[in-house]
């Protein structure tokens, strides 16, 4: 079957886990999935995932990497993130036992270049340093190592260490933070990059596009009542971050539905409402793990048996 293949990866944090769990039983159904797709996209845990994925990691591979240093990476023992928006001065975690992590997995001298298949990446720099003061500002950036790439030498570990650099979570890394402010689901932003420039020979036309989205396991989330007059105190303890995460990813959703018909799938697992796991919650790191490995993947399995 020809056609171009993308499969988008949402951040998530520990439940990162649970994509790595799906991708594991999915190259049981469909084992060239991997090797068959054309652009890996992910953003935050999904971002490291893909490059890992594109540096020739397997999802087992991935997975112990959050079994087993999921802990080390939210090593703080104070009280759970949620628990104190807006009462910290500093990010909850440093960054010291993630770069370290990374460095290990992805290796410390592997670039975008050197990796085995294309990926895009969001991320979000702080301050672009225009030399016109008109001009500077903040802006998305989606690194990538497509062809005209301005990337391609770029370190893999520090890009993955840019995409995951979640506010209040993490500090900021050379000027850049998490891409999830922006495309947590990085669907979209992979289309578009896949048909930027039609006239390239080697650009795909949208009806050549097979796109699988896979979410990290949602939490959820709803405000009661029909008129809330609050101060920032009060939206940030009602969730507005995860609302805003929550709605930027099924507009994603949306627009792909509506440009890729039956040629996109998205699988996003809604956790159980009893059990909500922030993103941060490694000591239940195993809790993710049995919950994707019991979820039912059989319609998945037959969109990718017939359209991958």
């Known amino acids: 079957m020809g056609g171009y293949r993308i499969l988008a990866l949402d951040g998530g944090g520990v439940r990162g886990v649970v994509t790595a769990v799906l991708l594991e039983r999915l190259l049981e159904v469909v084992p060239s999935l991997i090797s068959m797709t054309d652009l890996l996209a992910g953003t935050s845990s999904g971002g490291i995932l893909a490059l890992g994925l594109a ?31 807006g009462q910290r001065p ?35 720099e702080l301050d672009n340093e225009a030399a016109d003061p008109w001009e500077r500002t903040w802006r998305p950036k989606l690194f990538h190592n497509l ?10 570990y520090r890009v993955a260490l840019y995409t995951s650099a979640a506010p209040m979570y993490f500090p900021s890394v050379d000027g850049f933070i998490d891409g999830g402010v ?8 992979a289309v578009a990059h896949a048909v930027r420039a ?4 080697a650009t795909p036309s949208l009806q050549e596009l097979r796109l699988l989205s896979l ?44 440009i890729l018909r039956d040629r996109y799938f998205r ?4 956790l159980p409402m009893d059990k909500p796991i922030l993103l941060d919650e490694s000591a239940r ?24």
């Open 182 to 189: 922006y495309a947590n689901n990085p669907s979209m932003a």
């Open 90 to 124: 500093t990010a909850a975690y440093d960054n010291v036992a993630l770069c370290r992590e990374l460095k290990n997995s992805l290796g410390e001298t592997i670039r975008l270049m050197d990796l085995h298949k294309q990926v895009l990446v969001p991320a979000c």
């Open 285 to 308: 790191l195993p809790e993710l793990v049995d919950y994707a490995e019991h979820l039912d993947l059989s319609e998945l399995a037959a969109w990718l048996q017939e359209n991958w």
């Open 215 to 258: 979410g990290s396991g949602s939490v959820g989330r709803y405000i009661p009542g029909k008129r809330h007059d609050w101060g920032s105190t009060h939206w940030l303890g009602a969730g507005l971050l995860d609302l805003m995460n929550d709605a930027s990813m099924a507009i994603t959703d949306f627009q792909c539905r509506q």
């Open 55 to 85: 540096g020739g990691l397997s999802p087992t591979q991935l997975r112990r990497l959050y079994e087993r240093k999921g802990q080390a990476i939210f090593h703080d023992s104070r009280r759970p993130f949620a628990a104190e928006v």
């Open 198 to 201: 039609r006239l390239e020979a």
């Open 147 to 156: 062809p005209d790439s301005e990337d391609a030498d770029r370190l893999v």
């Open 267 to 270: 699988f996003a697992p809604l």
